[in-house]
């Protein structure tokens, strides 16, 4: 069974700090994504990553795909008060029919 | 409208009642997802339909019923459900086109309340 594990699971930060989430796998994924999810709505997709290494920036997100496919991560410059809200990793397999997600890191920025 | 829509946001229903969930894409996509979300667990992915057709259903109890007219609407009927069936119920659409990317857009969901 593929699983994602998404770490830290809380974090809880100050206006204007940096933080970086981790998304990890003992799988080989074909792409991944990253959505964020605010209460009470559907979650919304930031980024999609596909080849190994690959980096993309989203104004003060980064996101990178590890070399082997196999893990990403998240990393938010300044954060503020906005980015507040859950953050989902989701990958898809070539041997898969649909997204397989990770539980979530619960981001809560305080001005 | 754009996106992808779910009709009701909120409903609240006893064990005993039968009532349905609607999605609506205008995407232009050919694939439907339904998902259920719980407090601490990850999306859980109940129904996927490919052109219309259901080409997934993970293990999902009798109680939940999809049904897919069109590839712009996807349905959830649910009858006798049970208080543990109360979560934020997701629906999703995307574009398969043989390639890997499963991009899926996602609606703003409708939250379950089983009394």
């Known amino acids: 069974t593929q699983l994602l594990e998404q770490s830290p699971q809380f974090l809880s930060i100050q206006e204007g700090e940096n933080l970086t989430v981790y998304c990890n796998s003992s799988?080989?994924?074909?792409?991944l994504q990253w959505y964020r999810q605010e209460p009470g709505e559907g979650p919304v997709l930031l980024v999609t990553v596909v080849t190994g290494g690959e980096v993309k920036k989203l104004k003060r997100l980064t996101f990178q795909f590890g070399d082997a496919r196999k893990d990403s991560s998240l990393h938010i410059t300044a954060a503020q008060p906005g980015d507040t809200g859950l953050y989902l990793c989701a990958g898809s397999s070539r041997a898969g029919t649909a997204l397989i997600f990770g539980k979530g890191t619960t981001l809560s920025v305080s001005s | 409208e754009t996106g992808v829509t779910q009709t009701p946001r909120h409903l609240v229903m006893g064990m005993t009642n039968k009532k349905s969930l609607k999605c609506e894409q205008h995407?232009?996509?050919?694939?439907m997802y339904w998902y259920k979300q719980s407090a601490k667990k990850p999306l859980e992915l109940m129904f996927v339909?490919?052109?219309?057709?259901?080409?997934e259903n993970n293990s999902v109890p009798s109680r939940f019923s999809p049904e897919c007219p069109n590839s712009s609407h996807l349905f959830l009927h649910l009858h006798t459900l049970q208080p543990e069936d109360s979560a934020l119920y997701l629906c999703?659409?995307?574009?398969?086109?043989?390639?890997?990317?499963?991009?899926?857009?996602f609606g703003p969901g409708t939250r379950l309340t089983v009394t």
């Open positions: 995407l232009g996509h050919n694939a």
């Open positions: 999703a659409s995307s574009l398969r086109t043989g390639t890997d990317r499963y991009e899926q857009y």
């Open positions: 799988s080989v994924f074909s792409s």
């Open positions: 339909y490919s052109l219309e057709e259901r080409v």
